[in-house]
């Protein structure tokens, strides 16, 4: 998509879009067709601004180099000196500089972290079908550009610096069609390494490494009218209530690339894991999920914005969220267990509330 295209797209959004992608904040409780609707778009608008940033970057160095390279001749080489056709070739480089470094700003602008796009629209997708389309979704997002801010801790000495940033893109609660209760929450502990090395000629190189931490806290509540406790539990942090068996679990999540998202797989991977420490009661039949629309059907739903949802319809076999945190729950965020998945031991500690 070009520049103007993509002007022309974030210019067709709605107003609530457009101050989304301005704020790129929101807290609300919708229906899951009506999230998913308001979404879409905002996510498809990100990955166009994606797109066209990155094809700015060169044509903004090209346009750099070309006016320097006018400026040369026009100043050393050229023997007719300044004509119309030198200042007219000259203003329209530094005209095509200001549009596309607008452009660029803009979009830059409004940009919004990718966990939007590949991780909590797809993941809107599923709930569709595993929680009906008007089942009542309560979210706290945050896609903001969490680099841009001030980090939660700076550390280090003269060559070494580490900042640590910990953004928290999802809280989110529903009800799933076999009245289970969940909720998570979704963050990262992201530490930005920045190495100064000065070599012998004097000359310094800057270095810079990214590490990446994502962390989810996912608690689900299956009924009892539904579930009885099944003979492997697992690793996960099991409470039996008067009429729910409240189930949690961390899953923790290594990366050194800059721009990593949560994959889906291994979110709805650690939702399986959850459902392995239940089984149907004897006598009991679960409410049927909703018909799994195709794709072309998907497409026409979204507004013909198509995404590739190739791997997004395997995992849990029957999704379901509502419960709450405590408080207790949320104090992992601050500390490193190590681990893919959280530590037995350190789970009874985390989720005591």
């Known amino acids: 998509m070009g520049v103007l295209k993509a002007l022309r797209f974030y210019s067709s959004l709605s107003p609530e879009q457009k101050e989304f992608i301005r704020e790129k904040k929101t807290e609300d409780t919708q229906s899951v067709e009506q999230w998913l609707r308001f979404l879409t778009r905002a996510a498809a608008y990100d990955e166009y601004g994606d797109e066209t940033r990155k094809k700015l970057k060169p044509i903004l160095v090209i346009l750099w180099l070309l006016l320097v390279v006018a400026i040369v001749l026009l100043i050393f080489i050229v023997e007719d000196g300044i004509n119309y056709w030198n200042i007219g070739v000259i203003g329209l480089i530094i005209l095509l500089l200001i549009f596309y470094h607008y452009a660029f700003s803009k979009l830059k602008h409004r940009d919004l972290t990718n966990q939007l796009r590949l991780f909590f629209v797809p993941l809107l997708r599923i709930l569709m079908h595993k929680a009906g389309k008007e089942a009542r979704l309560s979210a706290k997002l945050n896609f903001s550009n969490f680099l841009s801010e001030k980090p939660i801790t700076e550390s280090g000495n003269g060559s070494r610096k580490i900042d640590l940033y910990q ?76 009429e729910f068996f409240v189930v949690k679990r961390k899953l923790k999540v290594k990366s050194d690339d800059k721009e990593a998202v949560l994959k889906i ?34 497409a026409r739903q979204d507004d013909e914005i198509d995404f590739d949802d190739d791997e997004i319809e395997s995992g849990a076999t029957f999704m379901i969220w509502g419960a709450y945190f405590s408080e207790v729950d949320y104090l992992g965020f601050e500390g490193e267990h190590g681990g893919y998945y959280m530590a037995e031991e350190d789970a009874d500690t985390f989720f005591d509330s």
Not at 213 to 238: E, N
Not at 279 to 294: A, M, N, R
């Open 167 to 242: 953004p928290r893109f999802i809280l989110s609660k529903i009800k799933l069609l076999d009245l289970s209760l969940m909720e998570f929450a979704y963050g990262d502990d992201h530490r930005k390494l920045t190495i100064r090395k000065t070599g012998s000629s004097g000359k310094t190189k800057i270095k810079v490494k990214h590490k990446i931490t994502h962390q989810v806290f996912l608690k689900m509540s299956f009924p009892k009218s539904y579930y009885v406790l099944s003979d492997t539990p697992g690793g996960a942090v099991i409470v039996e209530e008067e």
């Open 265 to 298: 797989e291994d979110f709805l991977a650690l939702v399986d894991e959850l459902y392995k420490t239940v089984k149907i009661k004897p006598g009991s039949k679960l409410p049927v999920p909703e018909k799994i629309v195709d794709d072309k059907t998907r």
